[in-house]
């Protein structure tokens, strides 16, 4: 990976912001990123990041954090916060935003324990496609505390394949409909494509339910989006 991402964001700290990330999937035209919405304070946040953060307590792992703005928003509400993402650039750019414990690292490499897990902008996303998500999910588990809650994000994109008459057109002897590539580019430059899943919600409790973890449904937002906690 060229981490176009980390890039991005270390041009917007460092005050070289001229252009924004493009993305697309498998799915879906091109559309634009924009990078300072990636340092947004928490007034800015939709309803289910804002809920998300008000849920969190005690120690809190951030996945996939990001330029920190979640992580920053918990560290000064006195939380003790860890905030980990594949990243570099993004890992820089959290310890100079002044995010005291960050670090590059995958998800499944993480040993420590958590009472709150955080995976937001899409946290089923790392989860890659659905054959994957038990896996994810088992090891989650293992990193609550006793009474230790996973709150994460997704969207039912189902609506995606919607004809104008209302009616879904979905492959079903294809993959799951959530399962995309993703695709980014930056100042000219190509990302390597990476897997991203989004995962309805039902699916999400069922594949729970399997690994012996409780789902729920705390918020759902304008489009076709939610808000989840795992216990």
Not at 127 to 152: A, C, S, V
Not at 176 to 190: A, F, I, M, R
Not at 225 to 231: E, G, K, V
Request: proline share 3%; glycine share 6%; aromatic share 10%.
């Amino acid at each position: 990976m060229k981490d176009l991402f980390g890039k991005a964001l270390l041009d917007y700290q460092n005050g070289n912001y001229t252009e924004d990330l493009i993305t697309s999937t498998s799915i879906s035209e091109e559309d634009i990123l924009p990078i300072p919405y990636l340092f947004r304070s928490y007034p800015e946040m939709p309803k289910l990041e804002q809920k998300a953060l008000d849920l969190a307590k005690g120690n809190v792992l951030d996945v996939g954090c990001g330029a920190g703005s979640h992580s920053l928003f918990l560290q000064d509400k006195g939380l003790d916060v860890k905030a980990i993402d594949i990243s570099k650039g993004a890992i820089e750019v959290c310890k100079l935003r002044g995010i005291d414990n960050s670090e590059v690292k995958n998800i499944l490499d993480e040993t420590e324990t958590f009472d709150t897990i955080l995976l937001l902008m899409n946290g089923t996303g790392i989860f890659e496609d659905l054959e994957n998500t038990p896996r994810y999910l088992l090891h989650l588990k293992q990193l609550l505390k006793p009474k230790g809650q996973i709150l994460i994000d997704s969207s039912d994109i189902k609506y995606m394949f919607q004809d104008d008459d209302g009616s879904i057109w979905i492959d079903a002897n294809a993959n799951y409909y959530g399962e995309l590539d993703y695709y980014v580019s930056y100042k000219n430059e190509d990302e390597t494509p990476f897997k991203m899943l989004y995962l309805d919600f039902e699916t999400l409790k069922s594949a729970c339910k399997t690994v012996g973890l409780q789902c729920e449904l705390v918020l759902e937002g304008e489009h076709y989006d939610y808000l989840a906690r795992i216990t």
